[in-house]
């Protein structure tokens, strides 16, 4: 019903403030080209180049997307991924439905990463998709 595109992520940084206390730890900033255009939570961001931030080391549940060029961003909740998914680089995961893909996962160097929420764009997508099948049987329906 759905396909997984993956993009690597081109750069990982770590960011600190140099005024920070030793035993802060600093946010992680991916730097990403995206080819296409993408959906996260309502939103739909265009293909270009992004910056994908933790607000913090400790607790990465809530992350920001954001373009380069700052006209387009937004905050959302993630989830742990299940275990297992350890990589030895960054990327970002995306489910295409039909000709609409969204943001799924994101995953940074030798961590299980972070699933994102789907939102009810996602979810009409997808039931789209399988009504679009239901109805054309013996077709071949585009995913």
Same mark, same amino acid.
């Given at each position: ?15 600190? &403030? ?21 959906? &996260? ?9 992004? =910056? ?48 609409? =893909?969204?943001?799924?996962?994101? !995953? ?13 764009? =996602? ?7 399988? =009504?679009?099948?239901?109805? !054309?049987?013996?077709?071949? &329906?585009?995913?």
């Amino acid at each position: 019903m759905r396909r997984t595109l993956s993009v690597a992520v081109l750069g990982l940084g770590i960011a600190g &403030v140099a005024s920070s206390p030793a035993f802060a730890l600093g946010p992680e900033i991916l730097t990403a080209h995206v080819p296409f255009a993408f959906g &996260v939570g309502s939103r739909t961001f265009p293909a270009g180049n992004y =910056e994908i931030t933790t607000l913090s080391e400790l607790d990465r549940q809530v992350v920001e997307i954001q373009s380069r060029d700052g006209r387009y961003s937004t905050f959302v909740m993630t989830d742990e991924a299940a275990p297992g998914g350890r990589g030895t680089h960054a990327e970002l995961i995306f489910d295409r439905y039909g000709t609409h =893909e969204f943001l799924h996962a994101i !995953h940074l160097p030798y961590d299980d990463g972070a699933t994102l929420r789907i939102s009810r764009s =996602e979810f009409q997508a997808a039931r789209d998709l399988a =009504e679009k099948a239901a109805l !054309h049987p013996g077709s071949k &329906v585009e995913r």
